[in-house]
């Protein structure tokens, strides 16, 4: 099944420092969301792009998708460390299920105090 | 977590034994999921349910079973032909695009 790649794997930084990760997928879709996960609970939506759309902001959330590329990325400014968790890109693919998702395995984000 | 509850938070059953997951909603969604995830990977969907009294296989059906009787119910049921049904389970509901998660539930198989 298709599947959103994110990278890198884990990334570890400094409060107040931004933190970048990535998102690669394969097929053509029609939005690219990304959840969050903390620790042993369920996953929260933090924001959605269209494929007509390039940027889209959410508060300290900042996100890009190039379509061309196949390729998103999320980026968090000024990260606190209650920012710590997994984060998940999911696709909605064109000519998918209404309402499908595929997710990928995730970044985890470790932010310090 | 919403308006989507799972139950229990964790479950053990001995190898060999059905067991049934539950999940339910107050959010009036008309799609519901269920999802594995396995340590470090992303999710695996299992089962899926655009309406009531019908539901689709995802990527990973064999071995569970599902029912929606109810647009607020979506139970699992993990059979004993499941090989390895150790995981953590998530359901999830949506009405549009997004899609909104319940707490989990772990199920260890010993």
């Known amino acids: 099944s298709q599947q959103g790649e994110e990278d890198p794997q884990a990334l570890s930084i400094q409060e107040g420092e931004n933190a970048t990760m990535n998102c690669s997928y394969k097929?053509?879709?029609?939005?690219l969301q990304w959840y969050r996960q903390n620790s042993g609970r369920g996953l929260v939506h933090l924001i959605l792009?269209?494929?007509?759309?390039r940027e889209k902001h959410s508060g300290r959330l900042r996100v890009t998708l190039d379509t061309s590329k196949k390729s998103s990325s999320l980026l968090i400014t000024a990260s606190r460390a209650a920012d710590t968790a997994s984060y998940f890109c999911?696709?909605?693919?064109?000519?998918?299920?209404?309402?499908?998702?595929?997710f990928g395995r995730g970044t985890q984000l470790t932010v310090w105090p | 977590d919403g308006g989507i509850t799972q139950s229990p938070k964790y479950l053990f059953r001995k190898e060999g034994q059905n067991v049934t997951l539950s999940c339910e909603q107050n959010?009036?969604?008309?799609?519901m999921y269920w999802y594995r995830q396995d340590p470090g990977q992303g999710l695996r969907l299992i089962y899926y349910?655009?309406?009531?009294?019908?539901?689709q296989k995802g990527d990973i059906a064999e071995g569970y079973s599902v029912s929606r009787e109810k647009k607020e119910s979506f139970p699992l049921t993990v059979t004993s032909a499941q090989k390895n049904p150790t995981a953590f389970y998530l359901c999830?509901?949506?009405?549009?695009?997004?899609?909104?998660f319940g707490p989990g539930t772990r199920l260890t198989v010993l």
């Open positions: 999830a509901s949506s009405l549009g695009d997004e899609q909104f």
């Open positions: 097929t053509s879709i029609n939005n």
């Open positions: 792009i269209r494929s007509n759309e």
């Open positions: 999911a696709t909605a693919d064109r000519g998918s299920t209404l309402g499908r998702l595929y």
């Open positions: 959010l009036n969604h008309d799609a």
């Open positions: 349910s655009q309406i009531v009294n019908d539901f």
